[in-house]
């Protein structure tokens, strides 16, 4: 029996990667697979801390690239166990082709991501299009403000993934270095009700299950193919259901409410920001300021759940505000498109609901580019000049040196 | 919210300063947060590292460009790095240096803001015998800091970050370094 380290709730100075390393502790993966890359390198370094003190009962494997971390991944789930990993920007990149059969396969495999700028050139730093780049690939994909919400975040997506309405592989994003590798306050939850939270997984046609022979990963063809893809996205279809009920039982469980997405101030906002990641955060404070200072309602709404894409909480949202005119934020380029992909997200979430709000592009923090106060007040002001009716510029760049 | 910059050259342990600095208040229930500015973490070069302390939770997710207290662990950083870059007239300024707030004044011109000044650079040849002055500056910043975090809960802090890395004599060395630059910090 690993020993039990936390045994009520505690509050600790904690990077990203410890908050991740530790949920991973707790939920004690059968097996873990995984290979270095900056960002995510000490979080395995802190997990494998933990698998050579015992501290886990966890089989881990240190493979040689992200391709073979992921198919091992899928090996060990196909097997019937709980398998995680986690990777960073170019790692994920690598990974991609082996992603589609996690996802294919149906297996409820958990990951996180550090978010990294994918090369060339070259760049260790926080940018998310890495995980916009494995959009399609079929997984749940969550997004984490900070240390604390990767921690939450990854329990529960140990209970979203393996819902027998979902069997898909979830990825938590967290932004890299600015969330990974800073220390701030987190929450831990004693190691029991971590447990008792995330239950045993249920095996679902386990490879080992010698008396009941099952094939994975066979061919499909022209003839059967297709059927398989329709049946993903009834399974992602399930999963907004799942998310939320398991947002729910979280928030019961421990007093921390978990959405698709988190409003901010929204109420009586004449204008909303609509950002993924650590600088929803940033946010939250400009919007405080130029409340306080210049009596300008901003509201905030903040995605959780990128795949799949919460569109009705987001026209709730706007739609129950006074929003004149929104401002998206993307922290990926889509090269030859209008705005990044969140852009693309919500304009189709307007056109579902019939309702046209004008929307300012925002392109931010690539490569790590910081993003702080000035920049977003710069962003509002846009938002405003476009709500006036004024011409604003498709696509705009914040702190960019041009 | 105290926002705070470190100016120091990797190796001097500024990062792993900021770092305890940031467990010691959320130790005590406030809220704190430790950034470094990675990507130049070149033994000798000048980095620069982040702390922002606060009583209520902090969302900023950026860098401190407009710092309240920055403070230069390595003298000879003076010179080469723009520390007093993004601070106003109110900011408080910690150096590292064998001279009197008034002499650092006059030398950089500097106008406004509070200076003060420790001999980092002498406590840690004393006492630990080598050019390390992470920990007497961080035991002048929390003196400045007026009671913001307890000095002992920093030397708790000191004692769990190194206490298994270094020997007993080493610690015991951090811990007088500590308290001593706490007393020897001197304002105008």
């Known amino acids: 029996m690993r020993p039990e380290l936390i045994k009520e709730v505690k509050y600790v100075p904690y990077s990203g990667n410890m908050a991740a390393a530790e949920a991973m502790r707790q939920i004690n993966p059968d097996v873990v697979a995984a290979y270095p890359i900056t960002p995510q390198t000490e979080l395995m370094q802190f997990f494998a801390d933990f698998v050579a003190n015992g501290l886990v009962d966890t089989e881990y494997i240190p493979v040689e690239s992200e391709h073979s971390a992921m198919s091992a991944c899928v090996g060990a789930a196909a097997a019937g166990s709980r398998a995680m990993t986690a990777t960073a920007g170019p790692g994920l990149a690598y990974m991609w082709e082996v992603l589609g059969i996690a996802s294919g396969m149906r297996l409820p495999i958990v990951m996180t991501v550090v978010n990294r700028a994918l090369s060339a050139p070259i760049n260790i730093h926080g940018d998310q299009s890495d995980m916009m780049g494995a959009r399609d690939q079929g997984w749940i994909q969550i997004f984490s403000e900070n240390a604390e919400e990767q921690y939450d975040n990854l329990i529960q997506a140990i209970k979203i993934a393996e819902d027998e309405r979902t069997r898909l592989p979830v990825m938590v994003g967290m932004d890299g270095f600015v969330i990974s590798h800073a220390i701030e306050r987190v929450r831990l939850l004693p190691d029991r009700a971590v447990e008792e939270f995330i239950g045993e997984l249920k095996p679902m046609y386990p490879l080992l299950d010698v008396d009941n022979p099952v094939t994975h990963g066979p061919v499909a063809m022209t003839d059967s193919y297709m059927e398989f893809k329709r049946q993903q996205r009834e399974a992602m279809m399930n999963a907004y259901k799942v998310i939320r009920e398991v947002g729910e039982a979280f928030e019961e469980a421990f007093g921390r409410k978990y959405e698709h997405i988190e409003t901010y101030k929204t109420d009586d906002a004449d204008y909303i920001l609509i950002i993924i990641g650590s600088t929803a955060g940033t946010a939250k404070y400009v919007i405080d300021k130029v409340r306080e200072e210049k009596g300008i309602k901003v509201g905030l709404i903040k995605i959780r759940t990128y795949r799949p894409f919460p569109y009705y909480d987001v026209m709730d949202a706007i739609e129950a505000s006074n929003c004149k005119a929104v401002g998206v934020f993307d922290r990926a380029e889509t090269f030859g498109a209008v705005g990044g992909p969140l852009y693309s997200d919500i304009a189709t979430a307007m056109y579902l609901r019939n309702k046209h709000y004008p929307i300012v592009s925002f392109i931010y923090g690539l490569g790590g580019r910081d993003t702080n106060v000035h920049h977003i007040e710069e962003a509002i002001d846009k938002v405003m000049q476009a709500a006036a009716g004024k011409e604003v510029p498709f696509i705009n760049y914040l702190n960019l040196n041009e | ?188």
């Not at chain 2, 001097?12 to 430790?34: C, F, P, R, W």
């Not at chain 2, 950034?35 to 902090?58: C, F, H, M, Q, T």
């Open chain 2, 1 to 188: 919210m105290i926002e705070i910059r470190w100016h120091a050259r990797g190796g001097q342990g500024a990062v792993t300063a900021s770092k305890i600095l940031a467990s010691a208040v959320i130790e005590e229930g406030k809220y704190a947060q430790s950034n470094p500015d990675y990507g130049a973490e070149r033994s000798g070069a000048p980095l620069r590292a982040y702390n922002r302390v606060s009583e209520k939770p902090i969302t900023l997710h950026c860098m401190v460009i407009n710092p309240d207290i920055v403070i230069v662990v390595d003298p000879t950083l003076l010179k080469t790095v723009p520390f007093l870059e993004g601070t106003d007239e109110n900011a408080i300024l910690i150096i590292n240096t064998d001279k009197s707030p008034q002499e650092v004044r006059e030398k950089y011109g500097i106008k406004g803001r509070k200076i003060y000044t420790v001999d980092a650079t002498k406590i840690a040849m004393e006492e630990l015998k080598r050019p390390l002055m992470n920990v007497p500056m961080l035991g002048a910043l929390v003196k400045v800091l007026g009671g913001l975090v307890d000095i002992k809960t920093v030397e708790e802090d000191i004692k769990r970050a190194f206490g298994k890395k270094i020997s007993e004599n080493a610690l015991n060395a951090n811990i007088r370094a500590l308290h001593r630059a706490y007393e020897e910090v001197r304002s105008e």
